[in-house]
């Protein structure tokens, strides 16, 4: 309920401000279980990708955001909630797994899943590998996966600014992809992650990293050169 208030409020408001330039819509299936993935280049990509899908998108958001303390942790949780992000502890391991049966549970309703592959915000604007967990996903509950890319984002809201600049935001969709095999098989999850990733990059233009974005982060972190 509090989404789809949200939405309806939100949408004219952000459609008249942002104009938003949308190609390929009609790739996103408007019924059943489906992947969005997405190039991650701001906080508003969460914002500006749901708001042109006609159905929910349901993203898979960091626990962290949702037990912040305080009226701020109050608000910031509040607004997760209204984007439609659901919680889970993405950290390593068994929280890992617990991310990805909660977003098998929901496509297995249905559900429209809205996923960032390269797992937190690119540091520079450029695409950097993709983390398997969706393909494990779209291989065991046989979703499709419909490739998205975001452009502009970083420059409406650089990450730490707070009130984005007028500026057009445009996206991507591109044609849905299916996968199928053993979910088990470490080699073919990659394989099927980098199809996703090249995907991505063929509609973004993006240049490529082959190393995760969270590394990156950290060597930044540390003043080195990636």
């Given at each position: 309920m509090v989404y789809t208030t949200l939405k309806s409020f939100l949408s004219p408001l952000l459609m008249l401000t942002f104009r938003p330039k949308v190609t390929g819509l009609r790739q996103v299936p408007t019924v059943g279980p489906v992947i969005i993935a997405s190039n991650h280049l701001?906080?508003?990509d969460s914002i500006f990708m749901p708001l042109v899908v006609p159905r929910k998108v349901t993203f898979l958001a960091k626990a962290e955001y949702f037990t912040s303390p305080g009226i701020k942790g109050f608000i910031k949780k509040i607004t997760f909630i209204a984007l439609g992000q659901v919680p889970v502890d993405r950290a390593g391991g068994r929280r890992s797994e617990a991310a990805l049966l909660t977003g098998l549970e929901l496509l297995k309703e249905g559900a429209c899943i809205g996923i960032y592959p390269e797992g937190t915000r690119s540091?520079?604007?450029r695409l950097y590998k993709g983390r398997t967990?969706?393909?494990?996903?779209?291989?065991?509950?046989?979703a499709p996966?419909?490739?998205?890319?975001?452009?502009?984002?970083a420059e409406i809201q650089p990450t730490g600014k707070v009130v984005p600049k007028v500026q057009r935001v445009e996206m991507v969709f591109g044609e849905p992809m299916y996968f199928e095999?053993?979910?088990?098989?470490?080699?073919l999850l990659r394989e099927a992650t980098d199809r996703i990733m090249k995907a991505i990059q063929q509609i973004s233009g993006q240049e490529t990293v082959d190393m995760y974005a969270s590394e990156a982060k950290s060597r930044i972190a540390r003043g080195e050169k990636i």
């Open positions: 701001s906080f508003s540091p520079d604007g967990g969706i393909a494990r996903m779209a291989i065991e509950s046989g996966v419909v490739p998205v890319a975001m452009f502009n984002t095999g053993d979910s088990s098989n470490v080699q």
